[in-house]
């Protein structure tokens, strides 16, 4: 089984500033199943990036993924008030066709 | 747009089952493409997916709940619904339903849950 281990477990920051995620697995993982969702508090998650890198419809250009093998990171390039959320990585595992998030990063001014 | 609703009872005492409805509207869950997956938010902690159902009816499940678990869906009623037996007060979470999309970027599958329910909370307790 797949753990995935994100850092930092907060990450304070102002709006206007860049945030980096990271997620890393505990054995490689393919990009393409690969995915980053945001939640905020009484919302459903959304997501934001597939396969590592491409954006979902309708997500801002701000928010970039990237990454291979083990390590993958989330970029939010300037921060928008609204930006402030918790940031899960997930992946596919293909040989028993189940998910698995990681614990979370939550991003707070 | 395609949109999802969770239903079900608020509160299950211990050793009862959980059973949830998810309706879908705006699509069809016997489009192909497409599986109808469940997850769940522990107070205060992150998620946690519990398992999906293929629009051809195979189901894949969280080894860690398989013996508790039965997904399965109303093709007429375009529903599916989760049902946990045996439930605990670790059991007592935020539980979403979810489409899940397998597409392909540069060749490569990839497998998302790209619309999602409002959740909806049950309550473990007597």
């Known amino acids: 089984e797949i753990v995935l281990t994100q850092s930092p477990g907060t990450l304070s920051l102002s709006p206007g500033e860049r945030a980096t995620l990271s997620c890393r697995a505990s054995q490689s993982v393919s990009s393409s199943y690969l995915a980053w969702y945001q939640h905020k508090p009484g919302q459903a998650p959304r997501l934001l990036i597939y396969?590592?890198?491409s954006r979902a419809t309708g997500i801002p250009d701000r928010f970039s993924g990237s990454g291979s093998g083990t390590d993958f990171t989330l970029t939010i390039s300037r921060l928008e008030p609204e930006d402030f959320a918790v940031y899960y990585c997930?992946?596919?595992?293909?040989?028993?066709?189940?998910?698995?998030f990681g614990p979370g990063t939550k991003v707070d001014i | 747009q395609v949109h999802l609703q969770e239903s079900g009872p608020g509160l299950v005492k211990p050793s009862q089952t959980l059973s949830l409805t998810c309706t879908v509207s705006g699509g069809s869950i016997t489009s192909g493409g497409y599986y109808w997956s469940w997850i769940r938010q522990h107070p205060g902690k992150g998620l946690e997916w519990i398992g999906h159902?293929?629009?051809?009816?195979?189901?894949y499940h969280n080894a860690s709940l398989k013996s508790r678990l039965t997904i399965s869906a109303d093709t007429s009623k375009n529903q599916f619904s989760l049902k946990l037996s045996s439930v605990a007060a670790a059991d007592t979470a935020v539980y979403y339903c979810?489409?899940?999309?397998?597409?392909?970027?540069?060749?490569?599958?990839?497998?998302?849950?790209?619309?999602w329910g409002q959740g909806t909370t049950v309550t473990v307790s007597s």
């Open positions: 159902i293929y629009h051809s009816g195979s189901t």
């Open positions: 979810a489409r899940g999309t397998r597409g392909q970027v540069a060749a490569n599958w990839y497998y998302v849950m790209d619309v």
């Open positions: 997930q992946q596919y595992g293909s040989s028993l066709g189940e998910f698995t």
């Open positions: 396969g590592a890198s």
